[in-house]
């Protein structure tokens, strides 16, 4: 097998992430930077160009239910940016690397191949050919991942993957920094907030925890973005050109309502 590959499609791609949207045609994603600028040519109406839609927002804004929902109903593909930093934090766990140690984390970052495999519950995500799904979403690489995300060698690493895997449009990213660095001239960007309370409570509901390891995961939550916030490469911030959506007190079919309605915006605009 090929170091990465979206198969069929992109076999000649090195970059270490493999793409496959289940049940559906391959994505329009592009792994290495000259063969970008081919498809891109290639594109002579840019107004059939699919967009590039950047959702960012702390945890338990609900980022990875709305870009998964958006993602299916555009017939776009749903890429989470926070699985590859979790990919990264487990491989550190597994290898005894220090989550302080710059140097050491980018050369596991280089030497390891994550697959983002988009399926319509989130993303399926492979560490060098093992499902690693369940195993990213625990305590342990929640905390690593934040930890790891904070050094600027890693977070370039990190970016230059991201840009290759939607530079070629019809994507929905979402992480933390998708607007600011990854794509700062994507067509929609979207900052989705809740207040903390409702935040924590929904990571709480959907980890299913209860009792007295709610609190502990509770304060965990804070300090990850406290960590996430206050970093200083790519802090998380809105970027200036965001919608900023506070769905505190919006279901989630307002929010993904809400989203379409500014990617026909969007389209329209470019007509
Ligand atoms: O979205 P998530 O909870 O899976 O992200 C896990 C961590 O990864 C988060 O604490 C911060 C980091 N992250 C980041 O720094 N930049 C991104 N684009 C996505 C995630």
Redesign the pocket.
Same mark, same amino acid.
């Given at each position: 097998m090929p170091a990465c590959a979206i198969f069929a499609r992109f076999p000649c791609c090195k970059a270490g992430i493999r793409l496959r949207q289940l049940g559906k045609r391959l994505p329009a994603c592009v792994y290495n930077s000259s063969f970008a600028k081919i498809q891109i040519k290639k594109m002579t109406n840019p107004s059939e160009r699919k967009l590039i839609i950047a959702i960012?927002g702390p945890?338990g804004a609900g980022?990875?239910t709305i870009a998964s929902r958006l993602a299916r109903k555009l017939d776009y593909v749903n890429l /989470?940016?926070?699985? &590859?930093?979790?990919a990264l934090a487990l491989r550190a766990i597994d290898w005894d690397v220090s989550f302080d140690d710059e140097e050491a984390l980018l050369k596991l970052a280089r030497d390891s191949r994550i697959v983002l495999e988009p399926t319509i519950g989130g993303n399926r995500v492979l560490l060098n050919g093992k499902d690693i799904s369940a195993r990213i979403r625990e305590r342990d690489v929640?905390e690593g991942?934040?930890r790891v995300?904070v050094h600027p060698k890693v977070?370039e690493w &990190?970016v230059a993957k991201?840009r290759e895997m939607g530079i070629g449009g019809g994507v929905v990213m /979402?992480?933390?920094?998708?607007g600011t660095k990854?794509f700062p001239d994507a067509d929609l960007k979207i900052f989705l907030d809740a207040d903390p309370v409702t935040r924590e409570q929904r990571r709480l509901d959907q980890q299913k925890v209860k009792g007295p390891s709610a609190e502990s995961m509770a304060a965990e939550l804070r300090e990850?973005d406290r960590?996430?916030r206050t970093r200083a490469a790519?802090p998380?911030v809105a970027a200036a050109d965001a919608v900023v959506l506070d769905s505190t007190h919006m279901s989630e079919d307002e929010v993904v309502q809400r989203i379409e309605e500014l990617v026909e915006q969007r389209v329209a605009a470019r007509r």
């Open positions: 960012d945890a980022k990875s /989470e940016s926070g699985a &590859m930093y979790r929640s991942a934040s995300s977070r &990190m991201q /979402e992480g933390r920094d998708i990854v990850r960590r996430d790519s998380l």
